[in-house]
């Protein structure tokens, strides 16, 4: 299957369109892209995994450019973001990663002893992998669809190295956090160069965003985000401003955190479905891009249902704001392929159209 020619508006020679949201231009439609848009709702990712398992397919970069690319072909996505995991760094640093499905860590980080084991790997070095598959994807990607890096935040990081596994509410992770609070910071601080590294490198190999995924800082209260989580934030996403390349902080549950969020100086700030974008924009602002936020769960919805809400989100997030479409959350598994077709082409088609109304 052939990957989608570029629209008359996204030209051959012009930035993408994605892009050019992320910098907050004035824009002729809105672009979309999803989380985990390559993945097990595809039938065609379906059957590569048949044939290897999961993290040999991140480290296979063959297969991770060929899942990568699956997605921009079947729909037409504005940005294709690497096939990988937040694990890939964790376990170069020493900690043992496998996924039954879900990960796994055999050797948690719990205290002082552990923390000052970790190393801090060389990407170039330890995730060659990571960076070949960005340089193939630069290759096979047509101009008009931009290319995302990605890695964890600390604060999710950590909260599966110290809990070992997934948790409903981490309470080993804020134990370490109220209890051990240098200890906690010193884990942070670590991840938080070494997060700063490896997507210093996916830049270097070829990415043309970064987004960081801190999926669990929604089980904080302000006060502790802002103590413990939001300096490390910050000095990640600096480091990466410097090299010129737009940057996206995603939080699930987050709604109490937008304005701390904001303040950690993302060029974009992507929202889970629980906060309205209209009032988003009142608390934050038109000035931040925002990233968003179709509840996953409407994509089984029928085709009416989905082109309601999604002009809906156009329309709180305003025509003339600069707006990335996207999920807020991860697509699921069980997502079928129709409304994945229905949610791209009304994003496209309808935001062209009221944009070229002068619609807001």
Partial sequence: MAISEPTSIDRPGREPLFLRACRGEDLEATPIWIMRQAGRYLPEYRRVRETVDFLTLCKTPELATEVTLQ???RFGFDAAILFSDILIPVEAMGVEVRFNPAPEIANPVRGEAEVHALARPDPVQEMPFVLE??????????????LIGFAGAPFTMAAYMVEGHGSKDFARTKSLMYREPLVFHALLEKLSLVVSDYLEAQIEAGVQA???FDTWS????????????????RRILERVSRAGTPSILYGNGTGGLLELMDEAGPDVLSLDWRVGMKDVRLRLGDRRPLQGNLDPGVLAAPASVIREQALQI???????SPHIFNLGHGITPGSPIEGVEELVRTVHE???RLRGDGSS
């Fill in 314 to 320: 156009l329309h709180d997030a305003g025509l003339r």
């Fill in 71 to 73: 997605p921009i072909r």
């Fill in 350 to 352: 309808e935001s062209r």
């Fill in 218 to 233: 929604g089980l904080l209260s302000p006060r502790d985000y802002e103590e413990y989580v939001l300096p490390h934030v």
């Fill in 133 to 146: 598959t960005v340089r193939m994807l630069r290759r096979e990607l047509p101009e008009h669809v931009a």
């Fill in 210 to 212: 970064v987004q960081l």
